[in-house]
């Protein structure tokens, strides 16, 4: 007879209590940023076709959902604006605009809710005519770098003083960081937070965000800002110029086809790494589960599991509200 097996790594999954003790991630609240949708108007709440649960909000009913998410325990949110067309130009004014939709309603919730987190968010696209992050040049067609610096850091400044607690430059123009790290402490804002988004791919899943906030590009792609998603180690050339530009925490996003990044980032960095769950990543699992072919509160917990164990220590994720109700239930 052959030898039976000394080793026999089932008995510490014999009985649930036993697997809770030798569990090594879990979950909770205090992991979540929720990034939300801001529209016009009053007494609206227009859900996103393709992310069910999910709807763009005006500000008052935003405010409601906000509060409804504090009592489940999530008070991080990533608050993203649906512009009118007839306010977005080239150069992206009206985001500098302290009576504009975006830093008006950031202004409310900080005074409504001060102890909520508002990470808000840095690119031109909500704003800008041409659906890009950066500014076009008109003839060439060009993203131009050092062009949008000035209107990022424009951006955040106003940001700062509507009250933002930590700006989200997610435009990967070169040098932004130090450059709205500067802007911000030269105006007295030191003390305002950047989290930037340090390894963001030009990938396929930012699909339904783009919907829900029409912004997708009028013109061409974004492959010649953001990155290619079959490059792992340019994401830590990222990552040292983030560190020496001064961000205080970093990101990889989309996060699910990115576990490899994450921990690479993690593995080379003492700053708190976050993760964004993407839009196309929520959306998969919302489709599969409505058509009954997976079950989606599971597989929602696994996803947001997984980010974690990877080495996120923080998730942004359109799941944040549902897994907050699933960890309060137990
Ligand atoms: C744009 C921006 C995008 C997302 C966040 N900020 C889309 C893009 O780069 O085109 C995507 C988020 C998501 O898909 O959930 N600055």
Not at 30 to 44: C, R, S
Not at 211 to 227: C, H, I, R
Request: aromatic fraction near 6%; charge should be negative.
């Amino acid at each position: 007879m052959p030898n039976l097996p000394t080793h026999r790594p089932r008995r510490n999954r014999k009985s649930e209590v036993i697997r809770d003790m030798v569990q090594e991630t879990r979950l909770t609240t205090h992991d979540f940023i929720y990034p939300v949708f801001l529209i016009e108007g009053q007494n609206q709440n227009v859900p996103v076709a393709s992310m069910p649960g999910i709807s763009r909000f005006s500000a008052d009913l935003l405010i409601d959902e906000i509060g409804r998410c504090v009592e489940l325990g999530v008070k991080a949110f990533a608050p993203f604006p649906s512009i009118n067309d007839a306010l977005k130009d080239r150069l992206a004014r009206e985001s500098a605009n302290p009576e504009g939709l975006y830093l008006k309603t950031v202004a409310h919730i900080k005074r409504q809710f001060p102890d909520v987190v508002l990470m808000t968010d840095v690119a031109m696209d909500p704003y800008s005519s041409d659906g890009h992050d950066g500014v076009v040049d008109a003839e060439s067609g060009e993203i131009l770098n050092d062009a949008t610096l000035e209107v990022l850091g424009q951006m955040a400044l106003a940001q700062a003083r509507a009250g933002a607690d930590i700006i989200g430059p997610s435009d990967m123009m070169d040098g932004r960081v130090a450059w709205i790290r500067e802007v911000l402490d030269q105006n007295a804002f030191s003390h305002v937070s950047i989290m930037s988004y340090t390894a963001k791919y030009a990938s396929a899943f930012y699909g339904p965000f783009r919907d829900a906030l029409d912004s997708a590009p009028k013109k061409g792609d974004k492959k010649s800002y953001q990155m290619n998603p079959a490059n792992r180690r340019e994401a830590l050339r990222e990552l040292a110029l983030d560190e020496a530009e001064g961000a205080d925490m970093v990101m990889v996003k989309p996060a699910l086809s990115y576990l490899d990044v994450i921990l690479d980032v993690k593995t080379h960095t003492n700053l708190p790494v976050t993760a964004y769950n993407v839009s196309g990543e929520y959306a998969m699992v919302k489709a599969a589960a409505q058509n009954g072919w997976l079950d989606g509160e599971r597989t929602m917990m696994e996803v947001l599991t997984s980010i974690k164990r990877a080495g996120a220590d923080a998730i942004l994720t359109y799941f944040a509200k549902e897994a907050a109700a699933v960890l309060r239930r137990g």
